[in-house]
Structure formats: structure tokens, C-alpha cells
Antibody, heavy 117, light 108 residues
Framework: EVQLVETGGGVIQPGGSLRLSCAAS????????MNWVRQAPGKGLEWVSV???????YYADSVKGRFTVSRDNSKNTLYLQMNSLRAEDTAVYYC???????????WGKGTTVTVSS | EIVLTQSPGTLSLSPGERATLSCRAS???????LAWYQQKPGQAPRLLIY???TRATGIPDRFSGSGSGTDFTLTISRLEPEDFAVYYC??????????FGQGTRLEI
């Protein structure tokens, strides 16, 4: 079964760091492009980052320079390193598999990040 | 950045009725790169439509997508109780540029 499971969320103070993980099963992370998408409480979806099969990475302007996406091929796991966290980064963070048409066909259940003092 | 504007913000209908949801882009979007998702409370989004009009695996045929350029539509022909949810459109462009609309809430 194709599945994504996010972990690593929690409550963190402003300025702190957190690393999210997304473990994949049923397919190979490194052969696909993988996205992080977030959803602030009561708000819509916001794309955060993508890593392509070749390793290229891209970020939304709102997180550029603070967040880093990576993957561990041996663990078939995607990561999102989040530094210099702000209150506005509070959200549920989803990882999602991207397809060549730009759509995301497999989503995890999400992990919640709360940035608060 | 391409901005997607969805309308209406909230749509109130009854089971059995037809729902028409709109997604308008600030610039032309390739039809190949326009998708629709459904999200229920406390759940992750679910892919419904990709390539503007192709149903994802397992999606009932009462869901259909259409449109091109800057205007796209998601139609649900006969609403079932489980269809009441929030719907998002999403586009994928060069750079890459990936944006979602703000969502349409479909309520009873």
C-alpha cells in the first residue's frame, strides 16, 4: 500500500528549530518528486517546498532561507528542517507525492507544528 | 506568481443537487497542470481531478472538471451527503510555482 506518515511536529518557541520526517512505503521517494504543503489553523493550503528526483529543491518565498528539504534514500524518508520559526509557521504540515502533471496524488495525514512562547 | 481565485467562497446546496465550483487564474494556466482536491475536516486533501478534467483513481463519475486558460470548473452532478467538504484548485507552473486557491466550502 502506498502511504506517507509524517512525524516530528510539536510546540516550539519562536526562533527555534524543528525537523519533520515523512516516511514513505509502497513507492520510492527518490524516484518521485516530493512536496511539503502546510495549512494554518482554519486556513487554506499553502505549498512550502519540493524536492525533485534529481535532487533540485525549491521553496515558497515565505520559508526561503529558513527551511530545507532533504531525503534519505536508504530510509525512504523525506525531511523538512525548519529554522528560525515564527508564529506564522504554525500549521499542519503535509508531505505529498507529486506527479509529472504537477498534481499531488498521495498525502500523509499531517503533523502539527505550533510556534508559541 | 499565479493567483487562483475560487468562487463562491461558500456554496449551500442539498443532496441530489448539482454543484458548480469555479477557479479563476490571474494568468493562463496550462490545462495539463490544473488539479482539484477535496478536504474534509481533520483529514488530508484528496486528489479528485488532474489535468483539468481527468478523474483520479477511485473518484466517482459524478465529479467532472473542465476549463482552459484562466477559467476552470469542478462540477458535481448529483450531490451525495459525503460530498460536503472544502474544495481546492491547484496549479503547477514553471520555476516551479505551485499555488492553491483559497477554497470553496460546500455545505448542506
Amino acid at each position: 500500500e502506498v502511504q506517507l506518515v509524517e512525524t516530528g511536529g510539536g510546540v516550539i518557541q519562536p526562533g527555534g528549530s524543528l525537523r519533520l520526517s515523512c516516511a514513505a512505503s509502497g513507492f520510492t521517494v527518490s524516484s518521485n518528486y516530493m512536496n511539503w504543503v502546510r495549512q494554518a489553523p482554519g486556513k487554506g493550503l499553502e505549498w512550502v517546498s519540493v524536492i525533485y528526483s534529481g535532487g533540485s529543491t525549491y521553496y515558497a518565498d515565505s520559508v526561503k532561507g529558513r527551511f530545507t528539504v532533504s531525503r534519505d534514500n536508504s530510509k525512504n524518508t523525506l525531511y523538512l528542517q525548519m529554522n528560525s520559526l515564527r508564529a506564522e509557521d504554525t500549521a499542519v504540515y503535509y508531505c505529498a507525492r507529486g506527479r509529472s502533471g504537477g498534481f499531488m496524488d498521495v498525502w500523509g495525514k499531517g503533523t502539527t507544528v505550533t510556534v508559541s512562547s | 506568481e499565479i493567483v487562483l481565485t475560487q468562487s463562491p467562497g461558500t456554496l449551500s446546496l442539498s443532496p441530489g443537487e448539482r454543484a458548480t465550483l469555479s477557479c479563476r487564474a490571474s494568468q493562463s494556466v496550462s490545462s495539463s497542470y490544473l488539479a482539484w482536491y477535496q478536504q474534509k475536516p481533520g483529514q488530508a486533501p484528496r486528489l479528485l481531478i488532474y489535468g483539468a478534467s481527468t478523474r483520479a483513481t477511485g473518484i466517482p463519475d459524478r465529479f467532472s472538471g473542465s476549463g482552459s486558460g484562466t477559467d476552470f470548473t469542478l462540477t458535481i452532478s448529483r450531490l451525495e451527503p459525503e460530498d460536503f467538504a472544502v474544495y481546492y484548485c491547484q496549479q503547477y507552473g514553471i520555476s516551479p510555482s505551485i499555488t492553491f486557491g483559497q477554497g470553496t466550502r460546500l455545505e448542506i
